[in-house]
């Protein structure tokens, strides 16, 4: 399965084997977990996350995995987008800091 990743000028996709969204499922229920009692979103606490905006934290994630090259973590993140919202195809991601301005789509 593919997710197209934009930031900036640049479309990065990543690929990630389907059979991994069902192996890294007990990873990704922590993830929620740890987000359970709510997240920074930009400015603000949000103390109960809706699913896209766990998602959006998730993607701020993915875009520092990808800044660093690490390509196992931008597949976990990347997977756990897909696992959360399955239609998803597209993300552009915020670059300026403020996480809610991260499209998914």
Same mark, same amino acid.
């Given at each position: 399965m593919k997710l197209n990743i934009i *930031?900036?000028?640049n479309n990065i996709p990543i690929e990630v084997p389907i059979d991994m969204l069902d192996d890294a499922e007990a990873?990704?229920?922590k $993830? !929620?977990?740890e987000m359970d009692p709510g997240g920074? $979103?930009?400015?603000?606490?949000? !103390? !109960? #996350?809706s699913q896209h905006q766990r998602?959006? *934290?998730?993607a701020n994630r993915l875009l520092t995995a990808i800044e660093n090259d690490n390509e196992p973590t931008s597949m976990l993140m990347a997977g756990y987008i897909m696992s959360r919202m399955p239609g998803v195809a597209n993300i552009e991601i915020s670059? !300026?800091?403020?996480i809610t301005q991260?499209? #998914?789509t």
């Open positions: *930031i900036g000028e990873i990704f229920a $993830m !929620d977990k920074q $979103m930009y400015r603000d606490w949000v !103390d !109960d #996350l998602c959006q *934290i998730i670059t !300026d800091g403020d991260t499209q #998914l």
